[in-house]
């Protein structure tokens, strides 16, 4: 047996999203704070992208890590049916408290995926529950969800679920509202609702994550929304990677005047640390399970369903978030892309740059089409890890959505990255 924990990796696990016969070791971490992830051969790497959009206060957090100990200590688990906790009922509270739309009941899950599952399923139910068939879901062309079933129909179809296709539900998926194709978005929505009868409409608010932060207009979403809802159509925000203050505000869903039935709420949510997925309904949703015949009762749940560990990391992460302290840094971090962004948006080597809340993306100018699978990924990928900062292009699409503890030293230090990269392919 070999001992290095590299090559035990490579022999033994089966990483996401990764060829088994890749190239390149799994890097091994120790130990993580703040920004930065250490690694067993010594280095210090810059977490841009908050491990996958989770972090918001850093690694290791000492208030998330106090009441994670302290829940541990107490109550480390117990089934969520017939059985509940303080650390779920207070999250729940708080979570109604600060969510849009007048959301009424919280259902836990344990990610971003399986959140958007269970929307999917009480939007189909929620028909059945009042007698009515359900219609089909419309999504954005672009769209990612997740990887379960359920997201994965919602999904764009492509590199994630091509494999799939031809086991997934049928699903519209309506042009992405780009910067003036905003009328033809908004004609193709009105045409759909008038061909076959819909029951939903899944959105990311916004912004677009695994499709390359691509960024939408507040003002077409509200129009889309509102055409929804005259069509008595409901709407999912799937804010798994909006929520909790990426976009500027708490939530993305708050930029539009008209709200969400139901949102689906992960990765920030958890402070980084303890796997959870929410899925928020409004009374709406609600009434039509106010019913005592089992075959109207939801059906869903996991084992870890409202795990108190996850509940009580997400309250502590959820003290910190609602600080005045962390507010600032999040309009620290807008300002500071959106000044880096004046002073680099004339360079030849970018395609587009955006800036939205605390999120920096920049499309690479290739000459060939923007997209997941597009050959200078791993390229750029090397470039920063090269310079010890953890960045995970999406294609050709390089973006900062950091920890929002992160100093502007350490900001600068990507910032600086960025500028050497453009200097190097513009040459
Ligand atoms: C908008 C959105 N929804 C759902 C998901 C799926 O979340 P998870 O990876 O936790 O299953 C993601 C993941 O990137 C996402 O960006």
Redesign the pocket.
């Given at each position: 047996m070999n001992n290095n924990l590299a090559s035990k990796d490579k022999e033994y696990i089966w990483h996401p999203y990764s060829s088994l016969v890749g190239k390149q070791d799994n890097i091994v971490i120790t130990s993580a704070n703040g920004v930065f992830l250490n690694t067993n051969d010594g280095r210090k790497i810059i977490d841009a992208i908050s491990s996958?959009?989770?972090n918001l206060h850093g690694h290791a957090h000492p208030y998330i890590i106090q009441k994670l100990s302290e829940q541990a200590s107490v109550l480390e688990h117990v089934i969520f049916a017939g059985f509940t906790h303080e650390p779920a009922i207070r999250l729940a509270e708080r979570l109604l408290e600060i969510l849009p739309g007048d959301q009424k009941k919280i259902f836990f899950s344990d990610?971003?995926?399986?959140?958007?599952e269970v929307a999917l399923k009480m939007v189909i139910q929620y028909s059945n529950n009042i007698g009515k068939e359900p219609g089909k879901v419309i999504a954005l062309e672009g769209?990612?969800?997740?990887?379960?079933f359920g997201?994965m129909a919602v999904s764009e179809r492509g590199i994630f679920t091509n494999h799939f296709n031809k086991y997934l539900f049928e699903v519209d998926h309506i042009p992405f509202p780009e910067e003036g194709q905003e009328e033809y978005c908004l004609k193709i929505f009105e045409e759909k609702l008038l061909a076959t009868t819909v029951t939903a409409f899944i959105y990311?608010p916004l912004i677009?994550?695994?499709a390359g932060m691509r960024i939408y207009s507040a003002e077409v979403l509200e129009k889309l929304l509102v055409i929804a809802k005259r069509n008595n159509v409901l709407c999912i925000a799937?804010?798994?990677?909006?929520g909790f203050g990426r976009t500027g505000k708490l939530f993305a869903s708050e930029y539009m005047t008209t709200k969400p039935d139901i949102i689906?709420l992960?990765?920030g949510i958890t402070g980084g640390t303890m796997?959870l997925?929410v899925t928020a309904c409004n009374a709406k949703i609600e009434a039509a399970f106010l019913n005592p015949e089992t075959s109207k009762t939801f059906f869903h749940g996991h084992s870890f369903t409202g795990n108190p560990l996850a509940c009580a990391v997400s309250n502590a992460s959820l003290d910190l978030l609602l600080n005045e302290g962390c507010k600032k840094k999040i309009e620290f971090l807008n300002k500071e892309h959106k000044a880096f962004k004046d002073k680099i948006k004339a360079s030849k080597a970018i395609r587009k740059i955006s800036v939205l809340g605390t999120i920096l993306s920049i499309e690479i100018e290739t000459f060939v089409d923007t997209g997941y699978t597009n050959s200078i990924r791993d390229e750029l990928y090397d470039f920063f890890l090269n310079r010890n900062i953890l960045m995970r292009p999406l294609g050709n699409v390089i973006y900062i959505i950091p920890p929002y503890i992160i100093e502007e030293k350490e900001l600068n230090f990507i910032y600086e990255a960025i500028v050497d990269l453009l200097k190097k392919r513009q040459n």
């Open positions: 996958w959009w989770v990610n971003g995926s399986t959140a958007v769209a990612f969800h997740g990887d379960t997201a990311e677009q994550g695994a799937d804010e798994v990677m909006t689906c992960s990765k796997p997925g």
